[in-house]
């Protein structure tokens, strides 16, 4: 079963505006993580964020913010103010406390394109 | 900042050879790993490694093995490659801490012909 879901393949947004990444996650455990990272045309894969279960508050970095929803199971990637280089491939991921806890397991990726 | 370091950007194998993939990492991190990313798919876990000599499975390990001698260290063995293992592989690494970011390194595109 899919751990990690991410349904939006492609979005385009222009540029300035606000952006929302959906990532909706499956489990059981009631411990668990909540990762963002970008991966540019180069390659690299960029950590944004993190968000624990028990965090209490959204988890924010500069112009990004994770709207966690915990009783939905989503933890959506809001970028303010997009720019240019925001353009990239975006990849949610979870860890879970227990066996295996230091996996990451990712969801399929969204492709973000920002458009002058 | 943590280095991570995949010995190949490129590679091209033939089929049936065995192909060493090597990460180094420079920050002392307990945990490393190794995935495979393909479009649509995401990355998908192969095997990860939380100490010297340890190692679990991942979400797909068939096809492949790793070894971790020393602790900066961590290599993916295909013992025989085949045309389905052409794919980006990429190595990460991070501390033992729950809320640990993994470190990657920039990627090895593997191709088998």
New interface residues.
């Given amino acids: 079963a899919q751990k990690?879901t991410?349904t939006q393949?492609g979005m385009f947004v222009q540029e300035k505006e606000a952006v929302t990444l959906d990532c909706t996650y499956d489990t059981s455990d009631q411990?668990y993580?909540l990762?963002w990272y970008k991966q540019p045309s180069s390659?690299?894969?960029i950590?944004l964020i993190?968000q624990?279960s028990y965090d209490e508050q959204n988890a924010t970095e500069g112009r990004y913010s994770l709207n966690f929803q915990k009783a939905r199971k989503s933890a959506n990637l809001v970028i303010s103010a997009s720019q240019l280089g925001d353009s990239a491939m975006y990849?949610c991921?979870m860890?879970e406390?227990g066996q295996?806890?230091?996996?990451?397991?990712?969801?399929?990726?969204t492709r973000l394109t920002i458009n002058p | 900042d943590v280095k991570v370091t995949q010995s190949s950007r490129y590679l091209v194998k033939r089929t049936g050879e065995k192909v060493f993939l090597e990460c180094v990492q420079d920050m002392d991190h307990e945990n490393m790993f190794w995935y495979r990313q393909d479009p649509g798919l995401g990355l998908r876990l192969i095997y990860f490694s939380y100490d010297v000599k340890m190692k679990e499975k991942g979400d797909i390990p068939e096809g492949y093995s790793v070894s971790r001698e020393k602790k900066e260290r961590f290599s993916l063995i295909l013992e025989s490659a085949s045309t389905n293992q052409t794919s980006m592989y990429l190595c990460a690494s991070s501390l033992a801490g729950f809320g640990s970011p993994l470190h990657f390194g920039n990627g090895t595109r593997l191709t088998v012909t």
Avoid at chain 1, 100 to 109: D, M, N, R, T
């Fill in positions: 990690i991410q393949p411990s993580g990762f390659g690299e894969m950590f993190y624990g990849f991921a860890r406390f295996g806890a230091q996996k990451l397991v990712f969801g399929q990726g």
